[in-house]
C-alpha cells in the first residue's frame, strides 16, 4: 500500500493567491482528516470526512478555508485569499472504521508558505 | 473538551539510556490513546497505542503505561539509539470504532539522542 498520498508537498505562494491541497487517502479508509501544524499551536484538527461526508469542520479556521471530499479517493483543502498567517505544514490522515482499529495514517504533509 | 498536557518539551538522553515521556488528559470519557513519532520533513507514524481496558503494553524497545484513575499515560523508550531522536506526539480520543472521535494531540517532545 502507498499510504496516505499528498500534493503537492512543497507550495509558495503569494498573499491573496488561491491554494488547493490535495490528499489521497489510502484505499479501504472511510475517514479523512485534514490537521494543520505550526510552532505555536502544535497540530490542530482543521476538518474530518466520514464516506465522503465532512463530519465536523469546527477546527476551520476561518470562511477562507474549505474542504471537499467528492469520491472515497480524494479529497482537497482550499484557502482563498491565502494570507501569511496560513504558512505552516497541512497533514492529510486516514482511518478505517474496523471495530477496534481507529488509528490514523498521516501523510507526508505539504509544506505551505505565504508571502 | 479534551485537553492533552505533555511533558518535557525536550528531551536529551545518552545512548542506551531510558527516556520516558509523560501525558496528561482532562476528559474522563477518553479511550484511546495513541503514541507518535514525527521525524524531521516527515508525517507523523504510529509507534504504538493503548486502550483504556489495559494498563500497559509492550512492543519490543518501546512501552506505553495507563492510569486511567489518575488520567495519564506515559511513553517508555528503553536502550535508546540515535535512530530515535524525533519529535514525539500523545494523543487522546473518545473515537473507538464507528463512533469516530477526535484525536487531541499534546504539543509534542522533542527527544534527542546522543551517542
Known amino acids: 500500500d502507498a499510504g496516505v498520498i499528498q500534493s503537492p508537498r512543497h507550495e509558495v505562494t503569494e498573499m491573496g493567491q488561491e491554494v488547493t491541497l490535495r490528499c489521497k487517502p489510502i484505499?479501504?479508509?472511510?475517514?479523512l482528516f485534514w490537521y494543520r501544524q505550526t510552532m505555536m499551536r502544535g497540530l490542530e484538527l482543521l476538518i474530518y470526512?466520514?464516506?465522503?461526508?465532512?463530519?465536523?469542520d469546527s477546527g476551520m479556521p476561518e470562511d477562507r478555508f474549505s474542504a471537499k471530499m467528492p469520491n472515497a479517493s480524494f479529497s482537497t483543502l482550499k484557502i482563498q485569499p491565502s494570507e501569511p498567517r496560513d504558512s505552516a505544514v497541512y497533514f492529510c490522515?486516514?482511518?478505517?472504521?474496523?471495530?477496534?482499529?481507529?488509528?490514523?495514517?498521516f501523510g507526508p504533509g505539504t509544506r505551505l508558505t505565504v508571502l | 473538551g479534551e485537553n492533552v498536557e505533555q511533558h518535557p518539551s525536550t528531551l536529551s538522553v545518552q545512548e542506551g539510556d531510558s527516556a520516558v515521556i509523560k501525558c496528561t488528559y482532562s476528559?474522563?470519557?477518553?479511550?484511546?490513546f495513541p503514541w507518535y513519532k514525527q521525524e524531521l520533513g516527515k508525517g507523523p507514524q504510529l509507534i504504538i497505542d493503548?486502550?483504556?481496558?489495559?494498563g500497559e503494553k509492550k512492543d519490543q524497545r518501546i512501552a506505553v503505561t495507563l492510569n486511567k484513575t489518575a488520567k495519564h499515560f506515559s511513553l517508555h523508550i528503553t536502550e535508546t539509539q540515535p535512530e530515535d531522536s524525533a519529535v514525539y506526539f500523545c494523543?487522546?480520543?473518545?473515537?473507538?470504532?464507528?463512533?469516530?472521535?477526535?484525536?487531541?494531540f499534546g504539543k509534542g517532545t522533542k527527544l534527542s539522542v546522543k551517542p
Open positions: 484505499s479501504g479508509h472511510d475517514y
Open positions: 493503548i486502550r483504556s481496558n489495559v
Open positions: 476528559d474522563s470519557a477518553s479511550n484511546y
Open positions: 494523543a487522546a480520543s473518545r473515537g473507538y470504532g464507528g463512533s469516530q472521535g477526535n484525536l487531541i
Open positions: 490522515a486516514s482511518s478505517p472504521t474496523r471495530r477496534g482499529t481507529d488509528t490514523q495514517y
Open positions: 470526512f466520514n464516506n465522503n461526508v465532512p463530519i465536523d
